[in-house]
């Protein structure tokens, strides 16, 4: 089945630095890949998603970039603030399972004032 | 995206109890999903809520344990049965508005077993 790594566990940046997260994946018949944010004692909340006929997607200060052949995903945050402090989730969608996500492990991004 | 009410947001519970978690969407979704979330961990499904039938489990998760009810389109429960410590987490519902879009999450219901 599919398995989803996500590194690094932790990020430290200061404020106004950029942050990238990456994920990899096994299954390569994915074709849906979100991120979520979770702040200390809130819910998942989704912040971008890209799916795989597509290599790059942005929103403001946050993009996603996917690379099928590597199968490997990653999350770019430019001109960090306080406020992007998290966990950020990396998940996975196969399109053979397309009822489910599978789930990273989770980044714990500190940014520094 | 749907507004998605969980209840209750917290509870205490007595080991050997069971507790009911429900899960309101103020719209019609297709696809509703129940997912554990221990302390600083990831987010573990545990079942698919299918409406009008029985759930779908993950590997490690059973019905004895986890009863999931969906009679609509838009409310589910998972009742947590004969619970122990081990079962003090974080429990979520997710719900999609179809089988190819994206999943939002409600807020959660911190259980704790003493």
């Given at each position: 089945g599919?398995?989803?790594?996500?590194?690094?566990?932790?990020?430290?940046?200061?404020?106004?630095?950029?942050?990238?997260?990456?994920c990899t994946y096994s299954d390569s018949a994915s074709n849906y890949f979100p991120w979520y944010k979770q702040e200390l004692?809130?819910?998942?909340?989704l912040i971008i998603d890209i799916r795989s006929?597509?290599?790059?997607?942005?929103?403001?200060?946050?993009?996603?970039?996917?690379?099928?052949t590597a199968k490997h995903f990653s999350l770019h945050i430019t001109e960090t603030q306080p406020e992007d402090s998290a966990v950020y989730?990396?998940?996975?969608?196969?399109?053979?399972?397309?009822?489910?996500?599978?789930?990273?492990?989770?980044?714990?991004?500190q940014v520094f004032p | 995206s749907a507004v998605i009410s969980q209840k209750p947001s917290?509870?205490?519970?007595?080991?050997?109890?069971?507790?009911?978690?429900?899960?309101?969407?103020?719209?019609?979704?297709?696809?509703?999903?129940?997912?554990?979330?221990?302390?600083?961990?990831?987010?573990?499904?545990?079942?698919?809520?299918?409406?009008?039938?029985?759930a779908t489990y993950e590997s490690g998760f059973v019905i004895?344990?986890?009863?999931?009810?969906?009679?609509?389109?838009?409310?589910?429960?998972?009742?947590?049965?004969?619970?122990s410590p081990e079962d003090s987490s974080i429990y979520l519902c997710s719900v999609g508005q179809d089988i190819q879009g994206p999943q939002h999450f409600g807020d959660g219901t911190r259980l704790s077993i003493l």
């Amino acid at each position: 089945g599919e398995n989803v790594e996500q590194h690094p566990s932790t990020l430290s940046v200061q404020e106004g630095d950029s942050a990238v997260i990456k994920c990899t994946y096994s299954d390569s018949a994915s074709n849906y890949f979100p991120w979520y944010k979770q702040e200390l004692g809130k819910r998942p909340q989704l912040i971008i998603d890209i799916r795989s006929n597509v290599g790059e997607k942005k929103d403001q200060r946050i993009a996603v970039t996917l690379n099928k052949t590597a199968k490997h995903f990653s999350l770019h945050i430019t001109e960090t603030q306080p406020e992007d402090s998290a966990v950020y989730f990396c998940a996975a969608r196969s399109s053979y399972n397309t009822d489910k996500l599978i789930f990273g492990t989770g980044t714990r991004l500190q940014v520094f004032p | 995206s749907a507004v998605i009410s969980q209840k209750p947001s917290r509870d205490i519970c007595q080991r050997g109890t069971s507790l009911t978690i429900q899960c309101q969407v103020d719209s019609q979704v297709t696809m509703m999903f129940w997912y554990r979330q221990q302390p600083g961990q990831s987010l573990t499904l545990i079942a698919t809520a299918n409406q009008g039938s029985e759930a779908t489990y993950e590997s490690g998760f059973v019905i004895d344990k986890f009863p999931i009810s969906r009679p609509n389109l838009t409310f589910s429960t998972l009742t947590v049965s004969n619970m122990s410590p081990e079962d003090s987490s974080i429990y979520l519902c997710s719900v999609g508005q179809d089988i190819q879009g994206p999943q939002h999450f409600g807020d959660g219901t911190r259980l704790s077993i003493l």
